[in-house]
């Protein structure tokens, strides 16, 4: 099979492999296009105020270059962070590369990219290195707490958890400025972090996303199959036993099962296009919790 051909088991289609599909420029973790803010350190700083969310703009395509071409593609980002604006990378160090996703499957869906001679591995077998897996595991904690911070930075002011919080960080309760705000909601509990089971990139990329499942890029079956049954494999769960279910997904037929929404577990049989609908009124739900 070619670098551009779609596998049966790939959770993504043959567009987004090449990078030829059309993709939202993300309204993203991160800071805005060409500039040269610490993103990871400005998400983290308190924000009293809330600002209203950047619209959702056409992407120009083209977005792996250097010759990192198809499923190489995330190899870009691992080469020459800096070369990519912060509303890609958001941030970068010696070890790893986190992004947002190209092609995101949720309001909110990030990359976490080793810089390793084991990332070309198939995470299955690269796990099998336990302190590998270790400093895996614990750039993947520290990549949660900031995609929970950006959560609750999009919708803390729906949720109902976060209504004592939310009104200290308006103004309109007194609060004194040494004391620590409430904590509301655990946002942390409301992602889905791991790798598929079948990886269709050929780096080793772990997922870091909201629970929603709502955007442009979920347009398949497999979309949402691939992050709403094993064959998302969380990261916490390594290493894997030998014989384990998971290591061959394509027998498990985790993408063919009936679609079920995540949160009321309705049955949608084969009517993704219901399903979709339906997840849109499950997003407004779920931020007022």
Request: hydrophobic share 35%; with cysteine.
């Amino acid at each position: 099979m070619s670098e551009t051909e779609s596998d049966p088991k790939d959770a993504i289609t043959k567009e987004e492999i090449t990078g030829a599909a059309a993709a939202p420029e993300p309204s993203s973790v991160g800071g805005s296009r060409g500039t040269k803010r610490n993103a990871f350190t400005e998400l983290m700083a308190p924000k009293p105020k809330r600002q209203p969310e950047p619209p959702i703009l056409a992407s120009t395509r083209g977005a792996f270059t250097g010759g990192f071409k198809a499923r190489d593609g995330l190899g870009a980002y691992t080469a020459d962070p800096a070369s990519f604006p912060a509303s890609r990378v958001i941030y970068h160090n010696a070890s790893f590369v986190v992004i947002n996703d190209l092609y995101p499957k949720s309001t909110v869906h990030t990359l976490l990219l080793p810089r390793s001679p084991r990332n070309r591995l198939h995470p299955f077998d690269a796990f099998e290195d336990a302190e590998f897996l270790a400093s895996v595991q614990a750039e993947t904690a520290r990549l949660k707490q900031l995609v929970a911070k950006e959560l609750q930075r999009r919708y803390g002011r729906f949720s109902a958890q976060e209504k004592q919080r939310e009104a200290i960080l308006n103004g309109d309760v007194e609060w004194d400025d040494e004391a620590p705000l409430p904590v509301g909601r655990d946002w942390e509990k409301e992602l889905l972090v791991g790798v598929h089971a079948h990886p269709s990139m050929n780096d080793l990329h772990v997922h870091v996303l909201s629970r929603d499942m709502v955007s442009e890029c979920m347009r398949h079956r497999k979309h949402y199959q691939s992050f709403n049954t094993p064959f998302l494999v969380d990261i916490a769960e390594f290493p894997l036993a030998a014989n384990d279910p998971r290591r061959h997904p394509g027998h498990a037929g985790y993408l063919d099962e009936d679609l079920r929404c995540w949160r009321c577990k309705r049955n949608f049989g084969n009517q993704f296009k219901k399903l979709k609908e339906h997840l849109a009124d499950e997003l407004e739900t779920w931020k007022k919790l």
